[in-house]
C-alpha cells in the first residue's frame, strides 16, 4: 500500500534517521501524484525560497519551469500522447482519437551517492549529512557556480543577486534543519496522497519495486523505475516511478558525474601536452 | 475534487487503491480526470440528461436494490389522479400558472394528501405508483437521448453505467461527490435531485461508501448554511417567518406532525430563548415579534439589483470578493457605486475596496473615482490561523480550531468585529428608547470575552449546545461552573448567573421556554460533560469517531437505519454499519445510530400517533413525514416533483426532450443589464464554463496575493482544444478575446486535448473553459472572468447559472479603455465581426 494512514504513517512520523545515521531517501509516484504542487509551496514556506518571476509558461499547469536556486520541487506537467495503464480518456482511447493522458511527477534534487556537485565545489561548501543528503552550507558558498555544470540532472543554480542570502548556489537541503528534529522533509509532509515517501534507502527502493509490480498487473505497461546506478553517480537517494521515456521529464538515461571524465580528461590533456612536446622537439630537430 | 479538494481527495486515492473504480465526469480533463479510471467529458448544461439516462438504465434493465427500493422509498407510494407529468404537457407538470411564472404545487402531492399517512403499492404495478411514474418520466432518457444532449457517446454511457450498477445490492456501494460543477444551473437543485433518485434506486443511502457527498465551496460553507448567512433560514434550517405570523402558525407551516420535524416548536423556541433570554417568555410568544420578517426575495442577486436601482444604503461584506468572485461581476461593482456606505474587511486591499479607483470601469470610463459616493470603510481581518472558532465542512463535520498566532497589527476576528459591533449597537438602542429598537434591546448578549475584546468563541459554542434555563427552573451555576452540575460557562460578561446545565442533545429541547439552543442540529457538541467534542483529535476505527462532531449526535452517515434490512439485520457483513440486537432490544454497531435507539424494525404506529411514533421501524428517513426516501418529491420544491431536462439559459441547441427550452419556473432577472443571447446564437456558438485551479481560491484573496501561490498560475487563461484553436487562428499562449452578451475578457489561450469538441445534436459544439481566480489588484492580474456571466436565480434556492452558457472566442486582445463599452455593444448587435 503506498496510501497510509496519515499522520500515523511511517511516511509522517517521527524519526531518528540523523542520530542513527540511516541512509534516506525520496520515492516519488507520479501514478498517485494529483498534480496540487503543496510540495513545491511547502519547500517554498519551510525554507524561505523566494519566489519566482512568475511567468505564465503555456506549458500545461507547469509555471515553475524546471528546478533551480529557487524551485528546488518541481512538479513536472506532462500531456502526452498514450495511455495511462488502463485508464480510459473520454474517446482519446486509440480507436477514433490518439490516446492520450497527462501525467504528473515531483522533480527534487537526487542527492547521488557520487554528487557532481559536491566534487566540483572548491570552497568544501557542499557537504554529506549523516542521512547521505547532499547539502549545501550557504555561509561558506562563494557562489563560483563550478557545482552548476557540476551537476547532471540540472538541479542546482546559482541565485542572481548577492552573497549571502543570493549570489551563491542554492538547492533542496532535504529538509536536514527537520531531519535533525525527527520530522519528515516538508514536500513528504505536505503530500496529501503521500506521492512522496520519505524512510530509510532501502525500505524505499523495496517499497519501490513491490509498487512497481502492482502497476504492472494494474496495466501500467511502460513504467520503469528511474534509479540509475550503472553509472557514475553510483545511485540517487530521490528515485521516480517513470511512465515511458524518463527523458521527456528531464531525466538523463544514462547520467554521469563529470569527475567521471576526469581520469579520461587528464589522460587525454597529459597526452596532448607530451605529444605537442614530441611535436616541438621533433620540429626543432628537424629544423 | 482534486482540483478544489486535494486534501480530500486523498481518500479517493485511498479508495482507488483498494479497488475502486474512479469516474469523473466533466467538460475538462482535469486533474481529477487525470487519477480516474474512466473520464466521461460532457456536454456543460448537460448533466441532468445523463443521470436521467442512468435512472432510465437502472429502471428499464430492471438493476434496481429491490428490496431497498420497495421497504426504505416512496416507490411504492400512489399519486394523485390530477397529477400530470411532463410526459403529459410537454415539458411541464400540472398546476403550472403562467401568468405568475409559477407552480400551483397542490396536485404533486400523494393521494389523499397526507404526506404521513401515504397509500402504498408494495407490488409496484399500480399505474400511478412513483415507481411507475418514474419509469414513463424517464423514459426517453434513451442513451442515444444522452448522447444528443450531452455530448457522451452510448459506449462511454454504457461503461458508466456498468460500473455504477455493479456497485449496487447487499456487497457493493458506490458514492457520489459532487460540487458547484451540478449546482450552479438553472436547474441545479434538480440535478443533485437526479443524483438523489440514483442513489435512492441502487440503495446507496445510509450504507457504508454510499450517499452523495456535497463538497463545499470553500471552508465551512456547510456551516454558514448551517448557522446561516442565507436570508430565509434560521439556525438548523428553520425558516424565516412571514409577516403577520406566530409562534404557533410559524410552527403550523413548518413543521411536520410525524418525523423529526414535530420538534420544530421546540426547536423554534430554545432558538429564540438563545437570542433573547429571560427576555423570551411565554407571554411575548417568546419574542417571536422581534425577529425579521421576508418580505421579498432578499438573497445576493436581488439586493444587488435594489442596490443598482439606488434602494440599499449600506453594506457589510466579509470573506467575500463580489467584484471578482460574483456572477456579473460587472454588474455588481456598478452596484456598489451607488451604495452610500461599504464596510469591507479582508485581509488584503480586494477589488471590493479599490472599484471606485481601478476597477475596468475605472478604465472605461463608466465609473469616475470623484463622482463616485460610496464611502469605503477597509477593516483588516484575521486569517483562520489567527482565531479561534470552528469550521463545519463537507459530512457535517465540526472542527475546532485553534489560534496559532496573533494577527497582525489591527487585524481582528469576524466575531470580535461582530460582537463590537452588537455591543454599541445595543448601546446605541438602550440610549434611544425607540420602540423600533427593541429588538436590538431584547437582545441576550452575554458572551464574555477574552483577551482584546473577543468572544469566548467556547461560550459561543455552548450556546449553539444549549442549555437549561434559570427561568425554566434549573440549578444556578452557583460556584461549580464548569464541573459535575453541567454547567459550562454559566455566567455572563458581568459575571452574572446566566443560565443552567447544558443539555445533552435536541433530544432534550422544550417548547416551554426551559431550555435555549443555539442552532438545535448541532446540540450534543458541547453537552454537560464540558468537553468540545468538536476540539476532538483521536479518530477511532473506520468513521473517524473521536475526530471533531458530525451533527446530527455525531453520526457519520445520515439515515443509516437504511444500512439494515427491514427486519434490522445488515444487508451483509461487509457492509454492516447499524443494526438491531434483539437480545439488548436497542439499535447498535459501528456507528452512532441515527434512528430511535430502542424502536423495533418491526414496529407499526397506531392510530392517530405522533412525532417519531407515527413511523414504522423499516422507515429510516426520519426527517420526512413519511419516514421513506423520496424517489418523487411531493412537496417542498418549486420547479417540479421529478427532475426534467431543460437547456441551460443561453444553449446552443433546443430541447431535444420537450417543447420548454428553460426550467420554466427560473428567474431571468432581464435587465438591460442583464442580457441573454439567443439559443442558439452565431454570434455566440460555443459553450462556455468557469473553473477553480487547485493553485488559487475562489475569487483570489487569499492566494493571488500570495507570491508562493500566484507564481504557480500567474495569469488569466482559457483553455481551448487544438481544433477550436486552429478554426480561431491563435497559437498556443497567444492572446484571445472572450465575449458573452454582458462581457469582454482576454486571456492567454491554453491550448490542449484535454478539451474535445463534443458531437451534440448532430453537430460539432466546442467548449471553452475559464478558471476565474484574477483582477485587478494584487502581484498577479488579470480580467475578471465572471464579467461574462449572467445574473439568473434558481427557482429552489437562487443559485445563478454559471457553469453553462454562451461565448464567441476571437483572436487578439480585446478592445481597451472606452472603446471596449462600445465594441461590445455593437458585437451584441452583430455590427462587429
Known amino acids: ?287 | 475534487m482534486a482540483e478544489a479538494h486535494p486534501v480530500g481527495f486523498r481518500w479517493v486515492m485511498k479508495a482507488k487503491e483498494r479497488g475502486a473504480t474512479i469516474i469523473h465526469v466533466d467538460p475538462r480533463f482535469s486533474r481529477t480526470s487525470a487519477m480516474a479510471d474512466l473520464w466521461v467529458p460532457i456536454r456543460a448544461g448537460g448533466d441532468l440528461a445523463f443521470l436521467g439516462g442512468l435512472v432510465r438504465h437502472v429502471l428499464e434493465n430492471d438493476l434496481h436494490f429491490h428490496d431497498y427500493v420497495a421497504a426504505f422509498t416512496n416507490a411504492s407510494v400512489v399519486l394523485k389522479e390530477s397529477f400530470r407529468d411532463t410526459e403529459d404537457l410537454d415539458g411541464l407538470f400540472s398546476g403550472w400558472d403562467e401568468e405568475r411564472g409559477a407552480y400551483d404545487t397542490s396536485s404533486w402531492l400523494y393521494e389523499g394528501d397526507e404526506l404521513d399517512r401515504p397509500r402504498r403499492d408494495s407490488t409496484l404495478r399500480h399505474p400511478r405508483c412513483v415507481c411507475q411514474v418514474l419509469k414513463r418520466h424517464f423514459a426517453r432518457y434513451t442513451p442515444e437521448m444522452v448522447e444528443r444532449v450531452a455530448g457522451i457517446p452510448p459506449d462511454l454511457f454504457r461503461r458508466v453505467a456498468d460500473a455504477l450498477a455493479s456497485a449496487s445490492g447487499p456487497e457493493r456501494t458506490a458514492a457520489i461527490c459532487y460540487a458547484v460543477g451540478w449546482t450552479q444551473h438553472s436547474k441545479g437543485v434538480q440535478i443533485i435531485r437526479t443524483a438523489a433518485i440514483l442513489q435512492l434506486l441502487l440503495g446507496n443511502m445510509g450504507r457504508p461508501g454510499g450517499g452523495i457527498l456535497a463538497l463545499r465551496g470553500h471552508a465551512s460553507i456547510q456551516g454558514s448554511t448551517d448557522i446561516p448567512t442565507l436570508y430565509d433560514i434560521l439556525p438548523g434550517y428553520l425558516g424565516m417567518p412571514l409577516p403577520g405570523e406566530d409562534v404557533g402558525t410559524f410552527t403550523a407551516r413548518l413543521g411536520h406532525r410525524s418525523g423529526y420535524w414535530s420538534g420544530f416548536r421546540a426547536f423554534a423556541v430554545s432558538l429564540l430563548k438563545a437570542y433573547y433570554g429571560r427576555r423570551a417568555t411565554p407571554d411575548n410568544d417568546f419574542g417571536f415579534a422581534w425577529l425579521p420578517r421576508i418580505t421579498r426575495n432578499h438573497s445576493h442577486f436581488a439586493f444587488f439589483a435594489e442596490m443598482m436601482d439606488g434602494g440599499v444604503d449600506g453594506l457589510f461584506v466579509m470573506g467575500q470578493n463580489p467584484a471578482v468572485g460574483a456572477q456579473h461581476a460587472r454588474f455588481e461593482r456598478k452596484a456598489l457605486s451607488r451604495l452610500k456606505w461599504l464596510v469591507v474587511r479582508d485581509m488584503v486591499e480586494i477589488e471590493t475596496a479599490t472599484f471606485w479607483k481601478d476597477s475596468p470601469e475605472v478604465t472605461r470610463g463608466e465609473l469616475v473615482p470623484s463622482e463616485t459616493g460610496t464611502e469605503v470603510f477597509l477593516f483588516p481581518a484575521a486569517g483562520h490561523a489567527e482565531k479561534e472558532g470552528a469550521f463545519t465542512n463537507t459530512q457535517r463535520l465540526l472542527q475546532w480550531r485553534e489560534k496559532a498566532v496573533e494577527p497582525p497589527g489591527d487585524a481582528r476576528s469576524e466575531a470580535w468585529f461582530v460582537h463590537q459591533l452588537a455591543l454599541r449597537l445595543k448601546a446605541k438602542a438602550e440610549a434611544s428608547n425607540d420602540p423600533r429598537d427593541e429588538a436590538v434591546r431584547a437582545l441576550d448578549w452575554w458572551y464574555p470575552e477574552t483577551e482584546g475584546g473577543e468572544p469566548d468563541m467556547e461560550a459561543v459554542l455552548a450556546e449553539i449546545n444549549g442549555w437549561r434555563t434559570l427561568e425554566g427552573g434549573a440549578p444556578e451555576p452557583g460556584d461549580a461552573a464548569g464541573g459535575p452540575s453541567g454547567h459550562v460557562y454559566a455566567r455572563d460578561r458581568d459575571g452574572g448567573s446566566h443560565h443552567g446545565p447544558q443539555v445533552e442533545g435536541f433530544a432534550d429541547l422544550a417548547s416551554d421556554g426551559s431550555t435555549a439552543c443555539g442552532c438545535w442540529i448541532y446540540s450534543g457538541v458541547y453537552g454537560p460533560d464540558g468537553v468540545n467534542r468538536a476540539r476532538g483529535r483521536d479518530a477511532q476505527g473506520p468513521y473517524g469517531h473521536g475526530w471533531g462532531f458530525a451533527w446530527p449526535k455525531d453520526r457519520r452517515i445520515l439515515y443509516n437505519r437504511a444500512s439494515a434490512r427491514p427486519d434490522g439485520r445488515p444487508w451483509s457483513e461487509r457492509k454492516a454499519l447499524v443494526w438491531w440486537d434483539e437480545s439488548e432490544g436497542r439499535w447498535t454497531g459501528h456507528d452512532v445510530p441515527d434512528f430511535p435507539t430502542d424502536k423495533r424494525p418491526d414496529y407499526v404506529p397506531p392510530e392517530g400517533a405522533t412525532g417519531m411514533d407515527a413511523h414504522r421501524g423499516d422507515a429510516p428517513f426520519i426527517m420526512h413525514e413519511d419516514g421513506l426516501g423520496w424517489l418523487y418529491v411531493p412537496t417542498g420544491l418549486k420547479d417540479g416533483p421529478l427532475p426534467t431536462h431543460y437547456e441551460p439559459l443561453e444553449s446552443p441547441l433546443r430541447n431535444p426532450l420537450y417543447g420548454r427550452q428553460t426550467n420554466p419556473a427560473v428567474n431571468w432577472m432581464r435587465r438591460p443589464e442583464n442580457p441573454f443571447a439567443d439559443s442558439p446564437d452565431p454570434k455566440f456558438p460555443h459553450v462556455l464554463t468557469t473553473y477553480r485551479l487547485t493553485e488559487h481560491h475562489t475569487a483570489g484573496g487569499m492566494s493571488r496575493t500570495l507570491s508562493h501561490l500566484a507564481e504557480l498560475q500567474p495569469s488569466f487563461f482559457a483553455e481551448i482544444s487544438p481544433e477550436l484553436a486552429r478554426d480561431v487562428g491563435v497559437p498556443n499562449g497567444g492572446w484571445i478575446t472572450i465575449v458573452t452578451k454582458r462581457g469582454v475578457v482576454e486571456a492567454r489561450a491554453l491550448v490542449t486535448r484535454r478539451i474535445r469538441p463534443l458531437r451534440v445534436d448532430g453537430r460539432v459544439v466546442h467548449q471553452v473553459a475559464i478558471p476565474f481566480h484574477w483582477g485587478t489588484t494584487g502581484p498577479v492580474k488579470g480580467d475578471v472572468a465572471n464579467d461574462l456571466i449572467p445574473l439568473s436565480m434558481e427557482p429552489n434556492v437562487g443559485i445563478h447559472e454559471g457553469k453553462a452558457l454562451l461565448c464567441n472566442v476571437l483572436a487578439g486582445r480585446r478592445p481597451g479603455g472606452r472603446d471596449a463599452v462600445s465594441w461590445l455593444d455593437a458585437y451584441g448587435r452583430g455590427e462587429e465581426r
Not at chain 1, 565545489?121 to 557542499?126: A, E, F, H, L, R
Request: charged share 20%.
Open chain 1, 1 to 287: 500500500m503506498a496510501i497510509g494512514e496519515g499522520p500515523n504513517s511511517a511516511n509522517q512520523a517521527r524519526h531518528a534517521y540523523v542520530r542513527d545515521g540511516i541512509t534516506v531517501g525520496f520515492f516519488t509516484d507520479p501514478t498517485i501524484c494529483i498534480g496540487c504542487k503543496a510540495c513545491e509551496v511547502a519547500c517554498k514556506e519551510w525554507n524561505d525560497v523566494p519566489a519566482d518571476d512568475g511567468v505564465w509558461e503555456g506549458s500545461s499547469y507547469d509555471n515553475s519551469g524546471s528546478l533551480g536556486a529557487s524551485t528546488w520541487r518541481h512538479v513536472k506537467f506532462l500531456e502526452q500522447d498514450g495511455r495511462l495503464g488502463v485508464q480510459v480518456a473520454g474517446p482519446m482511447t486509440g480507436e477514433t482519437e490518439e490516446p492520450f493522458r497527462w501525467t504528473f511527477t515531483s522533480d527534487v534534487c537526487k542527492h547521488c551517492e557520487e554528487a557532481g556537485c559536491l566534487e566540483a565545489c572548491p570552497t568544501g561548501s557542499i557537504v554529506r549529512t549523516e542521512t547521505g543528503g547532499v547539502f549545501v552550507q550557504d555561509d561558506v558558498c562563494n557562489g563560483c557556480g563550478y557545482c552548476v555544470v557540476g551537476c547532471p540532472f540540472g538541479v542546482i543554480d546559482r541565485r542572481a543577486g548577492a552573497l549571502p542570502g543570493a549570489g551563491g548556489a542554492f538547492k533542496c537541503t532535504f529538509c536536514y534543519d527537520r531531519q535533525r528534529s525527527g520530522l519528515t522533509p516538508a514536500c513528504a509532509k505536505a503530500c496529501p496522497t503521500e506521492s512522496i515517501q520519505f524512510g530509510p534507502l532501502e525500505e524505499l527502493r523495496e517499497q519501490a519495486r513491490r509498487r512497481l509490480d502492482e502497476l504492472r498487473v494494474q496495466g501500467y505497461d511502460d513504467v520503469t523505475l528511474y534509479d540509475p546506478t550503472e553509472t557514475s553517480v553510483r545511485g540517487i537517494h530521490a528515485f521516480f516511478v517513470v511512465a515511458g521515456d524518463p527523458r521527456a521529464l528531464g531525466l538523463p538515461l544514462h547520467p554521469e558525474a563529470p569527475t567521471a571524465f576526469l581520469a579520461g580528461a587528464w589522460t587525454s590533456a597529459l597526452l596532448a601536452s607530451v605529444g605537442l612536446m614530441l611535436a616541438a622537439v621533433l620540429a626543432f630537430a628537424l629544423l
